[in-house]
């Protein structure tokens, strides 16, 4: 005599008032100040046509994403620390739990793409405009975010199959696969098996490439004549490459794990660092740090 639930309760956050309210302030400008982030780049890339390459659009799809994640995530989150309203549909949880694993499958293969991007720019530059086509780009882009969609249809078919029964309270602040499947009363055995080889072969794939190809930047730098041009090859990849790191190790950390090894404290600091964290780094490491990127914002708001 099972009853099925109806709802979620998102026990993922603090009960203390005094706590909750300096969270919800914390939270809200960091929210801000990642959605100001990337709206600034995509208005500075739609608005400039000496932005309109192969490596801006790449970069235009990361502000997208970058805009889509933490909304996903925060505006619930910020919801519940103010209103202290920590229920959520079985609906809106489904449908909060496939727009997060889409927008994170799509930047994984994002960053890889971008990735490539750079290798090809740096390591071949001669042959860049013949091999990275604006063409080529539309259908890489168009792909990530295909492949994206897909993977999170696939993970959010297998997790609402399951049976959730008496108890709704999610371990988290807001709908994920590790807590959902820690408290689904289904076994889970076969489901997370597969979660697992999905999550592992896409994620390690994009990951390789990503790394190879930015191993290969690196000795291209380090071949450069001018130390000054190293110096500053080096700041801009690494840079880079730390944020990437850390993007692809969270994510890694968070999906591709058994959920017998779930740990709802440490898996909050760590969906922070992606979910919400990274978001706002991204157009400061990539964009905002950019030259050119300054001189199109200083443009626009002259225009206007």
Known sequence: NLSVVSEFVLVGLSDAPQVRFLLFVLFLIIYLASVAGNITILIAISMDTRLHNPMYFFLGNL??????CPTIIVLKMLEALLLEKKVISFSGCMLQLFFLIDVVGTEIFLLAVMAYDRYVAICHPLQYM????MKLCTYLALGTWLV???NSLLHTSLIFTLLFCDCNEVEQYYCDIPPLLALSCSPTYSRELLILTVAGVLGSGAFVVTLISYVYILLAIVHMRSSESRHKAFSTCGSHLTVVCLFYGTTICTYVRPSSSYSPHQERI???LYGILTPLLNPIIYSLRNKEVQCALRRV???L
């Open 63 to 68: 502000s997208l994403l970058d805009l889509l």
């Open 130 to 133: 013949t091999i990275i086509s």
């Open 301 to 303: 708001v002259s225009q």
């Open 148 to 150: 994206g969609f897909l």
């Open 270 to 272: 760590i969906s922070m």
